[in-house]
């Protein structure tokens, strides 16, 4: 049980992607106070983690209900991912109007954190290793999400300020490469 936890565990990493979203987190939680921020951390995991665990039990009944396929799912997944990385890239201060209230559900909770990779990526890692396994891993890498989460002040103080928004202005630009990868993932499912 332990391997396939393990072996479940490294798939679910990259999905989530915790340190990638680390500058995109940064840049969407700028002039927030820490006790905020850590609303937002929690916020945000709680969202991933109920909508992760719901799709793990659910996804494939609800895909096979509404006769949507993987690959319908990872190019909507895709363009709403673009849409945000464009928004970040080409009007920065438009983030800032997202209500920190809110910050933690969307985007960050969702379709950041538990998006389609996470989503897509459970199914797989759920027929290989089980279901024990891959709810185990979920919910751990969620939890090492969250802690990196939480030591994303102190790259703020490694980096400066220009650092950090040129590194969330990179992070940005593979967002939207992420992005056009799960539709061009989604749309070779349909042709191949």
């Known amino acids: 049980m332990l391997k396939s936890i393990v072996l479940a565990m490294i798939p679910i990493f990259v999905a989530i992607d915790a340190i990638g979203l680390v500058p995109l987190f940064i840049a969407l939680t700028e ?23 719901a799709f793990i039990f659910g996804g494939k009944a609800l895909f096979g209900y ?5 690959g319908d799912f990872m190019i909507a997944g895709g363009i709403i991912l673009f849409c945000i990385a464009l928004t970040d890239i ?12 809110y910050l933690g559900s969307v985007p960050l909770g969702t379709p950041l954190i538990a998006g389609p990779a996470l989503l897509a ?11 024990a396994a891959t709810l ?6 969620l939890v090492l999400a969250g802690i990196i989460f939480c030591t994303s002040s102190f790259l ?3 980096l400066g300020e220009a650092g950090t928004k040129a590194l969330s202005k990179i992070i940005s630009l593979l967002l939207a490469a992420y992005a056009v990868m799960l539709i061009r993932r989604g749309l070779v499912g349909f042709l191949g």
């Open 31 to 53: 002039g927030l106070t820490e006790q905020k921020k850590r609303r937002i951390i929690v916020q945000s995991l709680l969202t991933a983690t109920v909508l992760a665990v």
């Open 66 to 70: 509404l006769g949507i396929e993987l």
């Open 90 to 101: 080409l009007k920065p201060t438009r983030k800032q109007q997202i209500p920190d209230t």
């Open 121 to 131: 990526t459970s199914l797989v890692v759920m027929d290989e290793y089980g279901l």
């Open 136 to 141: 185990t891993a979920v919910v751990a890498n």
């Open 156 to 158: 703020i103080r490694l």
